[in-house]
């Protein structure tokens, strides 16, 4: 078995962007459209007719979603949701009065969700609901079952708030996906499967992704108390039972997204510069210290560098901090625009960056690196009244068989002290 693929998606970088507003309450538009702009920095273009809607989506090809009342001048309720939904557009409704009948009616179709505009918290809710929508179409979900309609009606769900979304209709083919697509954030996993249940499947696929990394809902039709408990202790995130509405599919999918997500940004802020946006010394380290002995053993050739921007404190001095900020960051995406995959990087503090370069042999480290050191010597940092030009001095160190990382970078260092001395804008890698 294999995994089966539901769509092919653009890249992130070319998705829509564009908001569309329809509202027929200008100061509730206007509060709605500032909210998402300076929150989201995405683009909102009001509309407070059907016939202006029409107007603008017609004018643009870059639209993303559609956030609609339904009291409009010039269209009842279902003519407003119609000309939004044939054109494939995500559509989250807002509407000023409870009618649970409207509520159910409108959930039938195809729109994304309906909020009430009158609901404490409301506002706040319409800009998670959009951030989410649009951070959703960079994540990969992964439906796990063997029933094709069920399995289909899943993936129709997740495709309509955004996800890209893999199929897979049993164990086996579910764990070819996720080693396959690093994009794969969530799985839906069914328990009744041949071959693989549900709960076997989450355990072996805990040993490749960890929780921070894949989220997982478990999911049954059957009425077995200790099931959810089993789920959750074999590794799974959440559950959901057969059959679920399609409102509950959403919240617990965003919940558990929004929980990685939040993950991720906690481990950014203990692992990342806040800065420059490099990883930071104590994460290089940990990731150094195993490293290096693998590369050892594999009689890999390796080294360490230590980069050092010279006369910052001349920068800050001259040019005032914030400035002296600008030059870190330059050299930080001049090292980073450098480095290969298998590079590892940091600031290593101050104006210090530490590099960890496996593979290369002297000659193509001198150049390697001699390289860098024209690419941050080329730079030119905009400045009040001009341009900020700067250089470094940089130490190699090539590990000799049965080297330590401590070594390494304290040799590194030393060097890196020889190419100041004897001049700066210079790299050292001998001596």
């Given at each position: 078995?294999?995994?089966?693929?539901?769509?092919?998606?653009?890249?992130?970088?070319?998705?829509?962007?564009?908001?569309l507003?329809?509202?027929?309450?200008?100061?509730?538009?206007?509060?709605?459209?500032?909210?998402?702009?300076?929150q989201?920095?995405?683009?909102?273009?009001?509309?407070?007719?059907?016939?202006?809607?029409?107007?603008?989506?017609?004018?643009?090809?870059?639209?993303?979603?559609?956030?609609?009342?339904?009291?409009?001048?010039?269209?009842?309720?279902?003519?407003?949701?119609?000309?939004?939904?044939?054109?494939?557009?995500?559509?989250?409704?807002?509407?000023?009065?409870?009618?649970?009948?409207?509520?159910?009616?409108?959930?039938?179709?195809?729109?994304?969700?309906?909020?009430?505009?009158?609901?404490?918290?409301?506002?706040?809710?319409?800009?998670?609901?959009?951030?989410?929508l649009?951070?959703?179409?960079?994540?990969?979900?992964?439906?796990?079952?063997?029933?094709?309609?069920?399995?289909?009606?899943?993936?129709?769900?997740?495709?309509?708030?955004?996800?890209?979304?893999?199929?897979a209709?049993?164990?086996?083919?579910?764990?070819?996906?996720?080693?396959?697509?690093?994009?794969?954030?969530?799985?839906?996993?069914?328990?009744?499967?041949?071959?693989?249940?549900?709960?076997?499947?989450?355990?072996?696929?805990?040993?490749?992704?960890?929780?921070?990394?894949?989220?997982?809902?478990?999911?049954?039709?059957?009425?077995?108390?200790?099931l959810?408990?089993h789920?959750?202790?074999?590794?799974?995130?959440?559950?959901?039972?057969?059959?679920?509405?399609?409102?509950?599919?959403f919240?617990?999918?965003?919940?558990?997204?929004?929980?990685?997500?939040?993950?991720?940004?906690?481990?950014?802020?203990?692992?990342?510069?806040?800065?420059?946006?490099?990883?930071?010394?104590?994460?290089?380290?940990?990731?150094?210290?195993?490293?290096?002995?693998?590369?050892?053993?594999a009689?890999?050739?390796?080294?360490?560098?230590?980069?050092?921007?010279?006369?910052?404190?001349?920068?800050?001095?001259?040019?005032?901090?914030?400035?002296?900020?600008?030059?870190l960051?330059?050299?930080?995406?001049?090292?980073?625009?450098?480095?290969?995959?298998?590079?590892?990087?940091?600031?290593?503090?101050?104006?210090?960056?530490?590099?960890?370069?496996?593979?290369?042999?002297?000659?193509?480290?001198?150049?390697?690196?001699?390289?860098?050191?024209?690419?941050?010597?080329?730079?030119?940092?905009?400045?009040?009244?001009?341009?900020?030009?700067?250089?470094v001095?940089?130490?190699?160190?090539?590990?000799?068989?049965?080297?330590?990382?401590?070594?390494?970078?304290?040799?590194?260092?030393?060097?890196?002290?020889?190419?100041?001395?004897?001049?700066?804008?210079?790299?050292?890698?001998?001596?």
């Amino acid at each position: 078995m294999h995994p089966l693929p539901l769509t092919t998606r653009p890249s992130s970088s070319s998705l829509p962007q564009r908001v569309l507003l329809v509202e027929n309450s200008r100061a509730y538009m206007q509060v709605v459209a500032q909210a998402i702009e300076q929150q989201l920095e995405l683009p909102v273009t009001v509309a407070t007719t059907l016939a202006e809607a029409r107007a603008e989506l017609d004018s643009h090809d870059d639209w993303f979603m559609v956030l609609t009342g339904l009291v409009l001048a010039d269209g009842d309720r279902d003519t407003v949701v119609d000309c939004f939904l044939r054109r494939g557009l995500p559509t989250v409704v807002v509407s000023g009065v409870y009618d649970e009948d409207l509520r159910v009616r409108m959930l039938r179709r195809q729109i994304i969700d309906f909020v009430l505009k009158s609901t404490p918290g409301s506002l706040d809710y319409i800009v998670w609901l959009v951030q989410r929508l649009e951070r959703n179409r960079r994540i990969s979900a992964l439906v796990v079952d063997d029933s094709a309609s069920a399995r289909m009606h899943a993936s129709i769900l997740l495709e309509m708030f955004g996800y890209r979304v893999v199929q897979a209709d049993g164990g086996e083919a579910a764990l070819a996906a996720i080693e396959a697509d690093p994009t794969i954030r969530l799985a839906v996993v069914d328990q009744e499967m041949p071959g693989m249940q549900g709960i076997e499947l989450t355990r072996r696929l805990r040993a490749l992704r960890a929780r921070d990394r894949v989220a997982v809902i478990g999911v049954s039709g059957r009425d077995d108390p200790g099931l959810v408990a089993h789920f959750l202790k074999n590794g799974a995130n959440d559950f959901l039972r057969k059959p679920y509405s399609r409102e509950e599919f959403f919240c617990r999918v965003s919940q558990n997204v929004d929980q990685l997500e939040l993950i991720g940004s906690l481990q950014d802020l203990a692992t990342r510069d806040f800065l420059t946006g490099l990883p930071n010394r104590r994460h290089f380290l940990e990731q150094a210290e195993r490293l290096v002995p693998k590369l050892q053993e594999a009689g890999e050739p390796v080294a360490a560098a230590m980069i050092d921007i010279d006369h910052f404190k001349h920068i800050n001095d001259s040019w005032g901090h914030e400035t002296g900020d600008f030059a870190l960051r330059a050299a930080a995406q001049a090292v980073s625009g450098h480095a290969r995959r298998q590079d590892q990087i940091a600031r290593f503090g101050g104006e210090e960056f530490c590099l960890l370069v496996p593979g290369l042999d002297e000659a193509e480290l001198d150049a390697y690196f001699d390289t860098l050191r024209r690419r941050i010597e080329d730079l030119r940092v905009p400045v009040r009244g001009g341009e900020l030009k700067m250089t470094v001095s940089i130490g190699v160190c090539p590990a000799e068989p049965g080297d330590s990382l401590h070594r390494l970078l304290s040799e590194a260092d030393r060097r890196l002290y020889l190419a100041k001395a004897g001049g700066r804008n210079q790299v050292v890698a001998a001596g």
